[in-house]
């Protein structure tokens, strides 16, 4: 009943950039915390950026100054532009929300929505 979908993936050179978006859909009543987070091969999966409903944002060490997360709260949506790329930042990038969705009526969640992921790759 809820659909995360994410776009903006790709190759890019070293030090170039990337704007990763991801729209949500379905019976939604609202959405709290929206995040990405990234998986590279081996690896657990990491957070990367998470934003409130409010605009709070938190960002992992590794990126912070470069990545930017933003969110349009009246399109669902959650943005991550991603500057200075590095080849560590090679990964699968999820997007993540908490939603709470109207059921016959009712409210229930929040729980946890994932996209379905979108490979970025940083190579020369």
Do not use: H
Request: charged share 15%; glycine share 12%; aromatic share 8%.
């Amino acid at each position: 009943q809820v659909q995360l979908v994410g776009s903006g993936g790709g190759l890019v050179q070293p030090g170039g950039s990337l704007r990763l978006s991801c729209a949500a859909s379905g019976s939604i009543f609202s959405i709290s915390t929206m995040g990405w987070y990234r998986q590279a091969p081996g690896k657990q999966r990491d957070l990367v950026a998470a934003i409130t409903s409010g605009g709070t944002t938190n960002y992992a060490d590794s990126v912070k100054g470069r990545f930017t997360i933003s969110r349009d709260n009246a399109k669902n949506t959650v943005y991550l532009q991603m500057n200075s790329l590095a080849p560590e930042d090679t990964a699968v990038y999820y997007c993540n929300a908490e939603i709470r969705t109207r059921v016959l009526g009712s409210i229930i969640g929040p729980y946890d929505y994932w996209g379905q992921g979108t490979q970025v790759t940083v190579s020369s």
